[in-house]
C-alpha cells in the first residue's frame, strides 16, 4: 500500500507554461486537498475535494483549478504559471471532511 | 476569518530538557487540533491530535493541552532527543459551508543539541 503518491517530485517550468501536479491515493479516502507551503506562512490550503465529483476553493485558489473524477486521483492545474508559484506543494487525503489529514511527500515547483 | 498563532518561530533545547509550543486559534467553534512534525525535505507528519471533548492527551513523550475557553493549545514534549528536531505545525479545524478545513500555524523550528 503506497498511501499518497505525488508526481513529480520536482519541476522547474518557464512562466506561462501550463503545469498538473498529480496526486494519487489508494487508502479510498473520501476527502482531498492541495496546500502550498512556503517558507514563514505555514501550510495554505488552494482547493479541496470532500467526496468524487465535488471540488472547493480554499484559501489561495487563484491560478489553479483542480478535478476529482474519481476517488484515487486529485490533479492541481496551474494554467499559465507565474513566479509567485514558485513553492512546495502538498496534497492531503482524510477518510471524510473533518478527519486526520494525512500528506504526500509533495512536488516543490520552481517559476522562472 | 479563522487565524491560527503559534509560538516561538524558532525554540532551542539541550538534549534531555522539555520543548513547549504555544498556538492560539480565533474560532471558538474549531474541535479539532493537530500537531504535525515536519523534518527537512519531507512530508508533514502527524504526531498527536486532540478534540475539544477532552483537556489533555499525551503519548509517551508527546503531549498536548487544550483550553477552549482561552482558545489556546500548547505541545509538550518531554526528555527532548536530537531526532526530535524538526518543524513543528500545529492546526485548528474551522467549519466553512459543507467543509472542515484546517488552518495551520506558521511553525516551529525546534532544534534539540546533544
Known amino acids: 500500500i503506497a498511501g499518497i503518491t505525488q508526481a513529480p517530485t520536482s519541476q522547474i517550468l518557464a512562466a506561462g507554461r501550463r503545469m498538473t501536479l498529480r496526486c494519487t491515493q489508494d487508502?479510498?479516502?473520501?476527502?482531498m486537498y492541495w496546500y502550498r507551503q512556503d517558507l514563514g506562512l505555514g501550510l495554505r490550503l488552494i482547493h479541496y475535494s470532500n467526496t468524487a465529483g465535488t471540488t472547493g476553493k480554499g484559501e489561495v485558489p487563484d491560478g489553479y483549478s483542480v478535478s476529482r473524477a474519481n476517488t484515487d486521483d486529485f490533479p492541481l492545474t496551474l494554467a499559465s504559471a507565474v513566479p509567485s508559484q514558485t513553492s512546495v506543494y502538498f496534497c492531503?487525503?482524510?477518510?471524510?471532511?473533518?478527519?486526520?489529514?494525512?500528506f504526500g511527500p509533495g512536488t516543490r515547483l520552481t517559476v522562472l | 476569518g479563522e487565524n491560527v498563532e503559534q509560538h516561538p518561530s524558532t525554540l532551542s533545547v539541550q538534549e534531555g530538557d522539555s520543548a513547549v509550543i504555544k498556538c492560539t486559534y480565533s474560532?471558538?467553534?474549531?474541535?479539532?487540533f493537530p500537531w504535525y512534525k515536519q523534518e527537512l525535505g519531507k512530508r508533514p507528519q502527524l504526531i498527536i491530535d486532540i478534540r475539544s471533548n477532552v483537556g489533555e492527551k499525551k503519548d509517551q513523550r508527546i503531549a498536548v493541552t487544550l483550553n477552549k475557553t482561552a482558545k489556546h493549545f500548547s505541545l509538550h514534549i518531554t526528555e527532548t532527543q536530537p531526532e526530535d528536531s524538526a518543524v513543528y505545525f500545529c492546526a485548528a479545524s474551522w467549519a466553512q459551508g459543507g467543509y472542515n478545513k484546517l488552518i495551520f500555524g506558521a511553525g516551529t523550528r525546534l532544534a534539540v543539541h546533544p
Open positions: 474560532d471558538s467553534a474549531s474541535n479539532y
Open positions: 492531503a487525503s482524510s477518510e471524510d471532511r473533518g478527519d486526520t489529514q494525512y
Open positions: 487508502m479510498r479516502h473520501n476527502a
